[in-house]
């Protein structure tokens, strides 16, 4: 409740001490959806290093649990803390794992999440059904905080789509249930996704090759070489030896100098300014 309205001091404080009740009753499970949301609160006060020491602790105690739920709703924390970290993909798989034991709010959360990590790794596609898959489980259920967050993950395929309508529209509908609920994160996630929205204009090519004089990178340019096929982010990586955060930042600055949003269209403009030559 008051992680909600933005109160994350006291949110914390609650947390703390509902687990000192629960840890003297033995409670392991409840203990560990404790420890989280002492990190959520800490996370959101950007307390990172502290909010990790207690989701690291929150997952042992669900695995020592042997419970689902908190370990499911554990992983997606973490996932969500180092979206580029070597863990990520770890911890969804093992989300997802455990989306056959019935806990049909947090599998929704777990489905939009795997696809943001897909979606990060360049597999669209494929992030676009998981985002969408989402959005059916978080209605279904019934639960607004998964539904707006499910609306936004769907959004931020759709951006990757060239799809700015669309995103626009989702979280729209994603803001309104936000402020119903007055949450106050999903709030500022919602505006500031808004806010940052591409112009519809820039998101199909419209000019010729000769109107535009476009320089990349030697690392760029091996790069964008690459997005002509089906690798994933991390597979690009793997061929350059760099990371993928660095991968990322690279098409990021691809996609900004070729005035796009999609990967399709950053391979069709390099090729019609020959910069595969």
Known sequence: YWSHRGHHRRALDYATEAEVF?????????????????????????????????????????????????????????????????????????????????????????????????????QVEKA??????????????????????????????????GDVVLARRLLTEALGVARRMIHEGLIRRTETALSTLPDCSRQVPTVTPDEVDVELSDRELAVARLLRGDLTQREIADELYIAPSTVKTHIKSIYRKLGVSKRSYAVTRAAELGLFD
Do not use: K
């Open 22 to 122: 629960h840890r003297a009753a033995g409670r392991q499970a409840q203990q560990s959806l404790d420890r989280l949301s002492a990190g959520n609160a800490l996370l959101s006060l950007d307390e990172r290093a502290a909010a990790a020491v207690a989701y690291a602790d929150a997952l042992q105690l669900a695995e020592a649990s042997g419970q689902p739920y908190p370990e499911m709703a554990v992983r997606v924390a973490l996932a969500r803390l180092d979206p580029d970290g070597p863990d990520t993909d770890v911890h969804l798989r093992r989300a997802r794992s455990l989306s056959c034991a019935g806990y049909g709010v947090i599998e929704a959360a777990v489905t939009v999440e795997y696809g943001l990590h897909l979606l990060r790794s360049g």
């Open 128 to 161: 676009r059904e998981l985002s969408e898959v989402g959005i059916r489980q978080a209605s279904a259920n019934r639960y607004p905080e998964v539904y707006a967050t499910a609306l936004c993950g769907r959004a931020e395929v759709a951006v990757a789509d």
